[in-house]
């Protein structure tokens, strides 16, 4: 472990054993968030103010970790749900004749705990954005508008707070390259200050009601809010459609459905809560096969 580029370098070190179906470059480039970099035979991985460097070996089946801080363990064990047993969902799908060949081919994948203000703005980003561009967009707005970090990889930003993001005039957005949706990001971040208690009262509503509160934020459309759903609030029931989602969708149910909204309620309907999962699966598949 020595003498791989990164692990020995300061900070607190934890091996542990790797569980099932878990593939460390397959998780982070699955489309779900968008704050990591390479760094020599893995991953410095950020979530809110806080960033880690994670190795998988392959080999003896272990996942490597340097914390900052001994307290950020517990924090990145659940952003990568490691107690999670995926083997039963698996199961679950495959009893539910889910098609081998996409269970195979994602079978590293599982869902990542993240924060629901970080999934917001970032799916904000991501409308009509590719990963690498969405990326790029979101270490930019880092920079800009988020506390600067240090750990002993080097200096990192934090992801911005809400009443940062309120402060950027609608001109430095677009010059941080988000294009027209500046004003979404402004509009957000507004109305999330006002309603503090926004976020937290979803958690107590259906994922119907839930949905249409979100729609309420300035550039949330169906979509994005199912994205929201789905990764910022665990919502296992619903099946965010996209462009890629749509040809998986006419593959696998119907050619001949148009309405995304049916689409989507389908396919939720089909595999219940295991919807979400289910989607990431297909998402997966289909971008990389």
């Not at 991953?43 to 003896?60: F, H, W």
């Not at 990889?153 to 993001?165: C, R, S, V």
């Amino acid at each position: 472990m020595g003498r791989r580029n990164g692990i020995g370098r300061k900070g607190i070190g934890k091996k542990i054993q790797k569980p099932a179906h878990f593939s460390l470059q397959d998780i982070l480039e699955s489309g779900q968030a968008f704050r990591f970099v390479p760094e020599g035979q893995g991953y410095l991985v950020s979530m809110k103010d806080l960033r880690a460097y994670v190795e998988e070996d392959t080999e003896d089946e272990t996942l490597s970790f340097i914390f900052h801080r001994e307290e950020d363990a517990p924090l990145f064990f659940s952003y990568f749900d490691l107690d999670h047993e995926y083997a039963k969902d698996f199961q679950t799908l495959r009893e539910m004749n889910f098609p081998m060949e996409v269970l195979e081919f994602s079978s590293g994948i599982r869902m990542l705990r993240q924060d629901p203000e970080e999934v917001i703005v970032n799916f904000i980003i991501s409308q009509n954005n590719n990963i690498k561009r969405i990326q790029k967009i979101v270490e930019a707005l880092c920079r800009h508008a988020g506390e600067e970090k240090a750990d002993g990889f080097g200096t990192y930003y934090a992801f911005p707070t809400m009443e940062a993001l309120a402060q950027i005039p609608v001109e430095q957005y677009r010059r941080l390259g988000l294009g027209y949706r500046d004003k979404y990001l402004v509009g957000t971040s507004e109305f999330l200050l006002r309603e503090p208690d926004f976020i937290p009262a979803l958690s107590h509503l259906s994922t119907a009601e839930a949905r249409k509160e979100l729609l309420r934020l300035p550039g949330v459309g169906p979509k994005v809010a199912d994205c929201i759903l789905l990764f910022g609030l665990r919502r296992g029931d619903v099946f965010p459609l996209d462009t890629w989602m749509e040809k998986v969708f006419k593959e696998r149910f119907s050619s001949q459905e148009k309405d995304r909204r049916k689409m989507a309620n389908l396919a939720s309907n089909t595999y219940g809560e295991l919807a979400g999962f289910a989607q990431q699966l297909y998402f997966f598949h289909i971008r990389k096969r």
